[in-house]
């Protein structure tokens, strides 16, 4: 492998405190504040809709295409996005495969019948646009943005690679040496890698989102081309995908394209499989120690049962999550960073996907590591978990300030509008909602839910999920010397 063929992708975020549905650096642009602002009700922002328009192929394939809103007679921006959204993540990994689903993903970057390996990089990047994909709990993503005239060409390259993707044994040993170094370099060459990778497993009790995405090195070394096979089969199908073509197109122009070069594609008989697993409510605080060979100073995270995405509280969760932890002045940063200071960073997050949620909050003390047997009873760990819990009680039961609500209200809808810049900010937009909400015209809906988030929203959520909730509590220090840590 070159190095300018290993995708770097959102598998495994390399930070907490992550937002998965801001995937790409996107340029900061100024104006979005003027965004009808003029005509809004006091407070709020009159957001642009996107409008799509929806189809199904009869082989199941969903369309979803969103030509760009401009006025009669004005130059288009001359580029589009070709994105394919396919109903299979981290939780589909077969037994026994974990990772296998971003493992995948990275195999769909090898020949098909008539294209040669990394053949959609030459289709991309040599045109000035590029290529990615990234792997979710619930989703695989593979996005590229393109000059607009190269669109249908991006078309028949994605159908070629559903329907007809050639995967060998020399391939699969290769892709599985990259997954594996990003393993090494997100994971373990992380000092908190194994504290943020060791969340779901210790979290969920029967859910598979306990895989971790990018999986485990043991399993996906064990994958077979048999797996591949089988996987890629059960999956990769057009009944198990949505294709979305956002940016300077004609809607009846891509029609055509689109059932010129995915309407042949046949669907297998049997239906794709789901996951019907309900993750059990937890009945009681549970604690647990999670080690690692190098852990520069000791931390604390405290994990909550949350609902899924499309849940009527995800709007005001997101708001919690962002005046606990986001940036210098969240009442985390500001209780146990500036003013005690306890710790030395912090986090929140509401991590919810299609089916359910997690809820985490941590910290990372203060000063230098306690070594040997003691550090297990470092006087700092329980001083975090009460300071953590402290400040997450304060916010749910003291007084919010509106302009510290308005300020995080607008943040998140600030990302959600710069995101939107871009043909493949709103094609994005849209596939999250297909995930979250099983519809790319609830898009709007969610930014709407955003900003209708009221203070008494957010203490409701956090006396219900977390106040009134059983937590698990992980601590996070160095194993003794001699122990040998699980990667
Ligand atoms: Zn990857």
């Keep these: 492998m070159t190095p300018t063929s290993v995708h770097i992708d959102a598998a495994w975020p390399a930070q907490p405190g992550r937002r998965r549905w801001l995937v790409r650096g ?17 407070g709020l922002v009159r957001v642009p809709p996107l409008v799509p328009r929806v189809r199904i192929l009869r082989n199941g394939l969903q369309v979803v ?26 939780k589909d990994d077969p037994p026994g495969r974990s990772g296998f689903a971003h493992l995948f993903e990275h195999l769909m ?33 593979f996005h590229n943005a393109v000059p607009a005239n190269h669109v249908e060409r991006l078309l028949w390259a ?14 699969l040993r290769s892709e599985r040496a990259v997954v594996e170094a990003e393993f090494r370099q997100k994971v373990l060459g992380e000092p908190y890698g194994r504290l943020f990778h060791g969340m779901a497993p210790a979290f ?44 300077d197109v004609e809607a009846d122009q891509v029609d055509v394209w689109v059932d010129r070069h995915f309407g042949g594609l046949v669907v297998p008989d049997v239906p794709v499989p789901r996951v019907s697993v309900r993750e059990p409510r937890r009945t009681q605080d549970q604690w647990t120690t999670l080690t690692a060979p190098q852990v520069p100073a000791p931390a604390v ?19 919690a999550a962002a005046l606990l932890g986001e940036g210098d002045s969240s009442r985390l940063s500001a209780e ?13 997050a509401a991590d919810l996907h299609g089916d359910a949620g997690m809820l985490s909050a941590w910290a990372i003390a203060a000063g230098p590591p306690v070594l040997g047997p003691d550090a297990l009873h470092d006087p700092r760990l329980p001083r975090l978990e009460a300071a953590l819990l402290q400040t997450v009680r304060r916010l749910a039961e003291g007084r919010i300030p509106i302009g510290e609500l308005d300020k995080v209200r607008t943040h998140l809808l600030t990302e959600a509008l710069v995101a939107r810049q871009t043909a493949e900010g709103r094609a994005l937009a849209l596939g999250w909602a297909v995930v979250r909400r099983q519809d790319a015209r609830m898009a709007d809906a969610e930014l709407a839910q955003l900003q209708a988030v009221r203070a008494e929203d957010v203490q409701r959520v956090l006396r219900v999920h977390v106040l009134a909730a059983h937590r698990l509590t992980l601590r996070y220090v160095q194993a003794p010397a001699g122990s040998r840590a699980r990667p």
Aim: zero cysteines.
């Design 158 to 171: 994605e159908a070629e690679r559903m329907a007809h993707l050639q995967v060998t044994l020399a391939q």
């Design 204 to 247: 969920w009790q029967v859910h598979p989102y306990r895989h971790p995405v990018i999986g485990r090195v043991e399993e996906l070394n064990a994958a077979s081309l048999d797996d591949v096979r089988r996987f890629q089969a059960r999956y990769y199908r057009p009944d198990n995908a949505t294709l979305i073509v956002a940016g």
């Design 109 to 141: 970057f090898k020949r098909t019948r008539h294209l040669a390996d990394e053949a959609f990089d030459r289709l991309t990047e040599d045109v000035g646009g590029d290529s990615n994909a990234f792997t979710t709990e619930d989703a695989t993503v």
């Design 65 to 90: 295409v969103l030509p760009d809103a401009r006025a009669p007679g004005q130059p288009g921006s001359g580029t589009a996005a070709v994105q394919v959204w396919y109903r299979v993540g981290g």
């Design 26 to 42: 996107l340029a900061l642009a100024s104006g979005w504040s003027a965004v009808g602002r003029a005509e809004a009700p006091l």
């Design 301 to 319: 995270a405290l994990l909550w049962q949350a609902p899924g995405a499309g849940h009527a509280d995800a709007g005001a969760l997101r708001v």
């Design 336 to 348: 146990l960073v500036e003013r005690t200071p306890l710790a030395q960073s912090i986090g929140f």
